[in-house]
């Protein structure tokens, strides 16, 4: 029998089909999935985080680290806003986690029990993170991007793998780059994505070393403008014993998504030892100055950075569920 086709085209296909390429089950995802199941779907996150940021400005900033959180580890499964039980110990005991904020936990509770109330067992937990994610994005300011709908919400949510999975504070740009790079992002998505500091705070033992203990010769990061520097070794004094205190990351316009957080980074305004290392490093000032000067440079960058952030590991058909409630899975995991 003769093959139209080489015999090593058709091993190259059948080959292709065998894997389980991430984009064959992104493809599963589609902006307007529930648009028949649950057509108030849109309507009903919009409203439940435009309430909640109203009522608690930091939400947006808390929801999109949460998100950036819980899609690092493992994909975007919702497996952060699983609770302990006697039987697991889930992801948000972990000590890196302890600082997510609660108001970003309430938005996602929120929006699922109006959901539920509309469209009982249709929407997962990934699928309300993302979409709440994005809105909040665009309700502070920023871009507005596609969020592909149809994830499913993992079935496992354990502390152990959360360690190694989270970029550090203390990360060199050598370690910073290679986490992204390691996970498919470039190192210009690394640069928009650090742009999400433009909103929100960090606490102050996340840059405590930058004020107290640089170098043994040098306690203040000189990188630091002198004045900033001052008011931060005020605010942060007691930071061992109030580890609450916390300072925002971009001080200029702290509740806005602009491109103010890049203008700031050369003037000796950034707070994180990373995202000052931004613009000292050959390999990432380069995008810090684009940003800088063009905004709509940034806000094209991070949208695009941000699609692909969002479908980042996501399990669809029976490799997850559709959770009842987002802080417990169906059945009892041991």
């Known amino acids: ?20 390429f991430p984009s064959l089950v992104q493809s599963k995802l589609t902006v307007g999935y529930y648009q028949k199941t649950c057509p108030d779907f849109e309507k009903i996150i919009r409203e439940t985080v435009t309430n909640k940021q109203i009522t608690s400005p930091v939400t947006a900033a808390g929801t999109l680290r949460l998100f950036f959180h819980d899609c690092m ?23 890196i986690n302890h ?8 938005v996602v509770v929120h929006a699922k029990t109006n959901l539920e109330l509309s469209c009982p067992g249709i929407v997962s937990c990934s699928d309300i993170l993302a979409q709440a994610t994005r809105d909040l994005v665009v309700m502070v300011g920023g871009p507005f991007y596609n969020v592909r709908l149809g994830r499913k919400d993992g079935m496992i949510s354990k502390v152990d793998n959360v360690e190694g999975n989270l970029p550090r504070v203390n990360f060199t740009m050598d370690r910073l780059i290679e986490y992204f790079t390691e996970r498919g992002f470039t190192i210009q998505e690394l640069v928009a994505l650090s742009g999400g500091h433009t909103i929100g705070f960090s606490h102050c033992k996340e840059f405590s070393d930058r004020l107290f203990h640089y170098s043994a010769t040098t306690p203040t990061d000189p990188d630091i ?16 014993t109030d580890t609450a205190m916390s300072a925002f990351n971009d001080v200029m316009t702290p509740g806005k998504f602009d491109n103010m957080f890049f203008q700031n980074l050369p003037r000796g305004l950034g707070l994180l030892a990373t995202d000052n290392a931004l613009v000292k490093d050959p390999r990432t000032k380069p995008f810090v100055e684009l940003y800088a000067v063009n905004q709509t440079a940034f806000f094209n ?11 980042f590991g996501v399990k669809t058909g029976r490799k997850g569920e559709v959770r009842r409630r987002c802080d417990l899975f169906n059945s009892i995991q041991t």
Not at 99 to 106: E, I, K, N, Q, T
Not at 228 to 240: D, G, I, R, T, W
Not at 301 to 311: G, P, R, T, Y
Request: proline share 5%; glycine share 2%; aromatic share 14%.
């Open 225 to 240: 403008y002198p004045k900033f520097a001052e008011k931060l070794k005020s605010m942060c004094a007691n930071y061992q």
């Open 301 to 311: 960058d991070f949208a695009h950075a941000m699609e692909k952030l969002s479908v």
């Open 99 to 106: 600082s997510l904020s609660g108001d970003a936990f309430d």
């Open 73 to 95: 580890v493992d994909g975007c499964d919702a497996s952060v806003l699983i609770s302990s039980n006697s039987f697991n110990q889930a992801e948000r005991e972990a000590e």
């Open 1 to 20: 029998m003769a093959f139209p086709f080489p015999l090593t085209f058709l091993i190259t296909i059948i080959f292709s089909f065998s894997l389980p």
